[in-house]
């Protein structure tokens, strides 16, 4: 073997500190200026794979995958025939890291993933390959996949910084929030320093209601070093905390620090949305508009650089639409032998922000109900169906029913356990646009179904910075939203008298004015009768882990601010009042409030 054919020669002397140069423009961002120098290197050393590995992520920082997929390849087949080389591991660990996230970056997850699990054989002691399979996962809301991947980064490197906020930030998705508390805990036993967990252990410890704690947490932060030594999650978690203490001035003034310390997009569109919500509190409505729109703005970047398709669950419900007539309806109920599928189940929709975390957290506290909270089992059915949902409902046969049905049950055992004779709500509101498919695999389960004013509904899903997907990324445009409203309670209203399923419907408003009233209803509807436990659901509902934007507000008592806001911002809705007025009527929220 000739030294020419090494993919590790040594460097002239006369390229090593062009060589070291690039480096430091390369982690600077500067790619186009780190790249002459590789080329130059390759082009004297043509075998150099560290050379070629550096060039890949040069054209990676300038967008071109081609290029940089190629060079990847080209580097991991250089390096797999020196596997006795103590410099080969590692190369080809990192390598594949890199076409891994070249990989994700065009959405070829499946692919990923697999590159990713090959890096992380390639060299153990490099926590990427598992970092970023439990990025995927969590990603992919395969979310005990996920924590297993970064425990096992955080195994091969303790203080791995991504994994730790990564592991803690996945806990806390899930509501597990006294498990990241531990995990925060946990890693700062192990030596990290607490300024660089203090934002995320406070935002652990107020999800979870221990808000002393999380007032301590920064506390001493900024004992460390000062207010400047919070960094924007942090003073973000301030703003929220004093919020809650009705504390307005100084969430604001916590929520202006946070936006002057924003160090990327993401950060500048949650300071954003807390202005927002502060500006919101105080009567500002004008402020609080502008402050909405610019998070959308930032929120609507962001989804438009990962190419989230903007279209899909909308163009679903407009395909959903062909099936709305009696004629398609009756069509899509199974035969008789299946007429029982679903007796133990509920449905519990209606459009996003129409208060059904407060209903849920009321039911869940009934000893005979059994909630999924958002986690819907559902899900799991429509990636099963694929981009051929929601047409091919007329094609199921009964094999692929049963499949389907077992896909659900599985999920949803998954996500709350055996259900021991009590009844599952599968709660997810926009599942009111999927009741065609329920009926479909499920024609004896229940349905609830939650209304409010849909003007209200509208402007707080605009309010909310909610986690992208392909149907909240609608609310992040004022028309948008209302357009989105107006196809789902279109479709909603064309099928509600022709579905074969028990359904009942309920305002947000009658659960504010008449509580125990509105419910009775419900639990007599569902036919499990009323208990005392349902009027401590307060207390429950401290314990459970909510993971909504409504996690403040359902262990507070019941308060009607939230009743008949868009009257404050009806000048920014003039736009949109067209779309929502016919339901309006429709629902009878006219009289009430104009």
């Known amino acids: 073997m000739t030294e020419q054919a090494t993919p590790f020669p040594p460097l002239p002397v006369a390229l090593r500190l062009a060589y070291q140069q690039a480096i430091e423009l390369l982690e600077s961002g500067q790619g186009a200026l780190a790249e002459v120098v590789y080329r130059r290197i390759l082009d004297r050393l043509p075998h150099h794979a560290e050379a070629r590995y550096l ?115 996945l806990l806390t998705k899930q509501g597990d929030y006294q498990k990241a508390i531990t995990h925060y805990q946990a890693a700062l036993a192990q030596g990290i320093p607490l300024l660089s967990v203090a934002a995320n ?61 924003a160090t990327n997009r993401a950060q500048r569109c949650a300071a954003f949305f807390a202005l927002g919500l502060c500006h919101d509190q105080m009567g500002a409505f004008d402020a609080a508009f502008a402050a909405f729109e610019q998070g959308n703005r930032l929120a609507r970047e962001a989804c438009d650089e990962d190419q989230m398709g903007r279209r899909i669950f909308r163009d679903q419900v407009l395909q959903s639409q062909q099936m709305a007539s009696p004629q398609a309806l009756a069509a899509l109920s199974p035969p008789p032998a299946e007429a029982e599928q679903g007796a133990e189940l509920v449905f519990f929709v209606g459009f996003p922000r129409s208060g059904t975390t407060l209903m849920e957290q009321i039911l869940g506290a009934h000893p005979r109900l059994l909630t999924t909270m958002e986690v819907s089992p559902l899900d799991a059915v429509l990636r099963a169906l694929g981009p051929t949902y929601p047409l091919c409902l007329p094609q199921l046969d009964g094999a692929v029913r049963t499949a389907l049905r077992a896909v659900f049950w599985s999920q949803a055992e998954a996500a709350v ?152 911002y009806r000048a920014h809705l003039e736009p949109v009042l067209p779309l929502l007025d016919p339901y309006v009527d429709l629902f009878g929220y006219r009289a009430a409030t104009d």
């Not at 991947?149 to 303790?158: H, N, V």
């Not at 002393?212 to 924007?232: C, H, R």
């Not at 389960?445 to 992208?468: E, G, H, I, T, W």
Request: proline letters at 4%.
């Open 55 to 169: 060039l890949a992520i040069a054209r990676l920082q300038q967008h071109d995958r081609v290029e940089a997929m190629a060079l990847f390849d080209q580097v991991i087949a250089q390096v797999q025939g020196f596997a006795e080389s103590a410099l080969a591991g590692p190369l080809l660990a990192r390598a594949l890291v890199g076409k891994g996230n070249a990989l994700a970056v065009e959405q070829r997850y499946d692919e990923a993933i697999k590159v990713f699990e090959q890096a992380e054989q390639a060299d153990p002691t490099n926590p990427e390959g598992a970092f970023n399979q439990g990025r995927l996962w969590a990603r992919a809301r395969h979310y005990e996949r996920g924590r297993q991947a970064f425990q096992r980064a955080l195994d091969a490197s303790p203080q791995h910084r991504q994994s730790i906020d990564a592991l803690g930030g």
């Open 201 to 261: 252990l406070a935002s652990a410890y107020e999800m979870a209601g221990q808000l002393d704690q999380a007032a301590e947490v920064l506390d001493q932060a900024v004992a460390l070093g000062g207010s400047e030594a919070l960094n924007a999650t942090a003073h973000l978690v301030r703003s929220g905390l004093a919020r809650r203490q009705k504390a307005f001035d100084q969430a604001l003034a916590a929520a202006e620090l946070a936006l002057q310390g």
């Open 417 to 568: 356990g055996p259900l021991e004779g009590r009844l599952l709500i599968d709660k997810m509101p926009l599942n009111l646009a999927h009741l065609a498919l329920i009926q479909r695999l499920f024609p004896a389960a229940k349905v609830l179904v939650a209304l409010r004013d849909p003007r209200d509904v509208v402007l707080s899903c605009y309010m909310q910075n909610f986690a992208p997907n392909l149907a909240t990324v609608a609310f992040q445009d004022l028309t948008s939203s209302a357009e989105t409203y107006h196809e789902v309670m279109a479709l909603w209203v064309a099928q509600r008298d022709h579905l074969a399923l028990s359904s009942l419907t309920y305002r947000y408003e009658d659960l504010i004015a008449a509580p125990t009233e509105t419910v009775t209803a419900v639990l007599n509807f569902l036919a499990v009768g009323w208990d005392p436990a349902v009027e401590h659901y307060r207390e429950k509902a401290e314990k459970r882990n909510i993971t909504t934007p409504s996690y403040r507000d359902v262990t507070a008592p019941l308060f009607r601010r939230a009743i008949g806001r868009w009257q404050g």
